[in-house]
């Protein structure tokens, strides 16, 4: 630290070496202080703006000494100021040390000295190409930090530099060795990316060796045009008759002058619109031409995308422009549709006509078909086009849902964007799902959610597939069974499940049944990574799912969801993380359905009753099958459904007994099946519910709860669970015994009449069914001590 004070003494290095350690030094500082963020002391800031001011120090140490200033930024020691200097250069440096400061009074001067600067001539030498930048930085940090007057100073500029740049080539600088030729030749004119002479206006599209500085303008005047027209270019200038005309014609007032050969009388706005507008139509105009290199082309593309996306801002903004763009982007996208190298240019291509076809009167559904059929199909595999894509939908998801049917219809292949990219797209389809569901597309949506990682799967399998030799692509024979996935995508047997998984729109009528053989199939991809990370994000969605649908679902569609939601449990991709996790959103919401519409126990009871009489579930799904017999004893009642009959009580109560009898029975010679604690503790609570509502069957759930001490004692039970689960099966058959026991409270309990239902206790009960029971039990066999209040 001490050599670079030493260095700095004199206004100018001494020698050639001198500098060379100057830079050497300061540059390892800069990199140091970046690793490390270091602070220097106050002295040494000092210097460093002295030397960054200095008009006799070399431009390198000066680029150094502003890279430091800004990486030591926010600075308390600041001293610098740009309202004394002329060098653009050198203001340039200055003010992004003051911006770096972060505060509005820094970029608000700024602003002000760079437009200051940018209306006056400015002398020999000077250019305002390193002003640019800046002032693009300060719009984007704080726009309001111009007046309408500097705004319409800027504006008048931006138009000349857009329209008016010279279209000869700029002239080699002199490299001033013995052999340089004082004499030059002619610039030549520049050239189209084809490599023919451009006859018209300079863009950022046009080619040549050497650039003049009103070439170098009209760039970065295009670089910054989005933004510029986004702050500034909608503020029209007051006029005292300007609140006489209506908007029609302001419009078309705007439609005359800019046909007009006087435009520069136009308002600064209205004219740097109307110079936009014809730039970005030029550049539509070159984006046709071959380019010679490869570069060019994605230079081309990238133009093409920003000048149809600044077209629908001057649109927004003057909609006398909407008529003669509509048919310039219906052309442009007949020309580029086809090919796929330009599939980011159709997205401001639907934005445009998503905004202004109503106002415009046309038809842009085919517009909105190609993007939505064609380009997830074919491209979901290009992250940021699938990122842009995904982006595009999200945005304009409520516009899509009032204008076109073609958006959720679609949804089959925007999860294919989800399927290949997940996690990074998870946020964005969190907002998006809710736009996507409705009563027509939620059960097809729940299919999909369940299958999303299966659908990663397939996709892998068709792009490699893709990428086979014609040679390998022929049909395979359907008498013999394919021997992997690559095989069986061309087998005539998988060939229509592969078809319904990838396609690209909805089929509601299809049976989501076929893909059970696609997902045994597909079971060896099951550790893909890509695979494993897409059935990391289907809970989140599929409790998103959940949520939505409840806000409008009826009862019919509820009772569709439940019974899909039983049939799909043992319909599930093999990836044993992903079925834990699923199940465990399908319970807990299977208690939210039930609680929507409770009828729902009676109007599918020969579904439930199905799936609770299954041992099987009790141990592979545990979780819902636990919830499913909570919800039978909560809403089997006459007080949910006046249609619950005794006898569909009975019916229940003797397939769950049954259920209870066959996990709790002891086999001396077989090894006892450990299940859930929580199981059966929730069987034994619904039978003691069934039986206070059909007071008969009291006796039988007595005599069982009686012999669960025998159950919880036996050596067999007590090798498989645990002391403190054993204990909470007794404790809770006890209290459950114990309020069978006086059968009217346990009918008020279990069955609350219509008028006390709401009460704050029969809500208290209802929620802490355990405090009940041991209510109860305290008053059947109280505590010394214990006196009832």
């Known amino acids: 630290m001490a050599l670079v004070r030493v260095t700095f003494k004199g206004d100018r290095p001494k020698t050639g070496n001198m500098q060379e350690m100057n830079v050497c030094i300061l540059d390892c500082l800069a990199v140091m202080l970046y690793r490390d963020s270091c602070r220097l002391d106050g002295e040494f800031m000092e210097l460093l703006q002295t030397v960054l001011c200095s008009s006799k120090c070399p431009e390198q140490i000066q680029v150094l000494c ?11 020691d600041l001293i610098l100021s740009c309202d004394e200097i002329q060098d653009t250069k050198l203001l340039s440096m200055v003010s992004s040390v003051l911006l770096a400061q972060g505060k509005k009074s820094e970029v608000s001067a700024v602003g002000q000295r760079i437009v200051k600067v940018l209306e006056r001539r400015l002398p020999e030498g000077q250019h305002a190409r390193y002003l640019l930048p800046v002032l693009s930085n300060v719009i984007s940090l704080s726009p309001e930090s111009l007046t309408e007057e500097q705004t319409n100073v800027v504006s008048k500029k931006m138009a000349d530099w857009l329209r008016y740049a010279s279209i000869q080539q700029g002239v080699a600088q002199p490299s001033g060795g013995f052999f340089s030729n004082p004499r030059t030749r002619q610039p030549g004119p520049v050239t189209e990316m084809d490599g023919a002479i451009a006859t018209d206006f300079f863009t950022v599209l046009s080619v040549g060796q050497y650039y003049t500085q009103d070439q170098w303008l009209n760039m970065q005047a295009f ?71 490869k570069d060019d082309g994605d230079l081309q593309k990238a133009c093409l995308i920003e000048a149809v996306t600044i077209m629908d801002i001057i649109c927004k903004q003057d909609s006398s422009y909407i008529y003669r763009t509509v048919s310039f982007l219906k052309i442009l996208h007949g020309r580029i549709c086809g090919d796929a190298a330009y599939a980011r240019a159709l997205i401001p291509i639907a934005q445009f006509f998503l905004n202004h076809s109503k106002v415009a009167a046309v038809d842009s559904d085919a517009i909105y078909k190609h993007l939505f059929t064609d380009i997830p199909a074919q491209l979901f595999h290009n992250p940021s086009l699938a990122f842009e894509f995904v982006q595009f939908c999200k945005d304009n998801s409520q516009l899509f849902t009032e204008t076109s049917s073609i958006f959720r219809q679609s949804f089959p292949n925007l999860f294919k964007f989800l399927a290949w990219n997940s996690p990074p797209l998870i946020s964005e389809f969190v907002d998006l799902l809710p736009f996507l569901l409705d009563a027509s597309t939620a059960v097809e949506i729940f299919h999909l959610l369940l299958d999303l990682p299966c659908l990663t799967a397939a996709l892998d399998v068709q792009l490699r597939s893709a990428a086979l030799p014609t040679s390998e692509k022929a049909a395979s024979d359907p008498a013999v069974k394919p021997a992997t996935c690559l095989e069986a995508f061309r087998h005539p047997l998988y060939k229509s499940m592969f078809q319904y998984i990838l396609r690209t729109k909805s089929a509601p009528e299809d049976a989501p049944e076929r893909l059970i053989p696609l997902r045994q199939l597909l079971g060896s991809l099951a550790s893909s990574p ?36 039983l049939q799909r449990s043992d319909q599930l991709y093999e990836i044993p993380a992903f079925k834990d996790d699923v199940y465990r959103v399908l319970s807990s919401q299977l208690v939210v359905l039930c609680k929507l519409h409770p009828a729902l126990v009676v109007e599918l009871s020969t579904e439930i009753l199905e799936f609770s009489g299954t041992v099987s579930n009790i141990q592979n799904k545990e979780a819902i099958f636990t919830h499913m017999v909570w919800a039978i004893g909560e809403y089997m009642s006459v007080s949910y459904d006046k249609r619950c009959t005794v006898e569909q009580i009975n019916r229940f109560f003797e397939t769950l007994e049954a259920m209870l009898f066959e996990i709790t029975q002891l086999r001396p010679l077989a090894s006892t099946p450990s299940y859930a604690p929580r199981a059966i503790s929730a069987l034994m609570a619904t039978l003691t519910k069934l039986a206070a509502r059909s007071q008969d069957l009291i006796p039988r759930v007595s005599m069982f709860l009686s012999k669960m001490r025998t159950f919880v004692q036996s050596p067999a039970v007590t090798s498989v669970y645990c002391e403190e689960d054993l204990e909470e099966i007794l404790i809770r058959a006890t209290e459950l015994m114990n309020l069978l026991k006086m059968p009217s409270v346990a009918q008020f309990v279990f069955t609350p009449p219509v008028d006390v239902a709401s009460t704050r206790f029969q809500r208290e009960v209802n929620d802490s069914l355990p405090f009940a029971l041991r209510m109860v ?3 059947l066999e109280p505590n010394p001590g214990f006196v009832p209040g």
Request: aromatic share 6%; hydrophobic share 40%.
């Open 66 to 76: 502003a890279a430091i200033l800004r990486e030591m930024s926010p600075c308390n």
């Open 223 to 293: 670089s910054m045009l989005r933004n510029w027209l986004l702050c500034y270019g909608g503020k029209g200038l007051e006029t005292p008759n300007s609140g006489e005309k209506s908007g029609m014609d302001r419009s078309a007032t705007s439609m005359v002058s800019t046909t007009s050969t006087s435009s520069r009388l136009l308002p600064p706005k209205e004219r740097l619109r109307e110079k936009a507008f014809e730039y970005c139509q030029r550049l539509i105009e070159q984006s046709n031409r071959r380019p010679l290199k």
């Open 777 to 779: 039990t305290r008053l």
């Open 530 to 565: 890509r695979v494993v990370q897409c059935a990391e994000t289907v809970p989140v969605l599929l409790e998103l799912f959940f949520r939505v649908v409840a806000e409008f679902a009826d009862g019919p569609l509820i009772n569709q969801l439940v019974v899909l939601l």
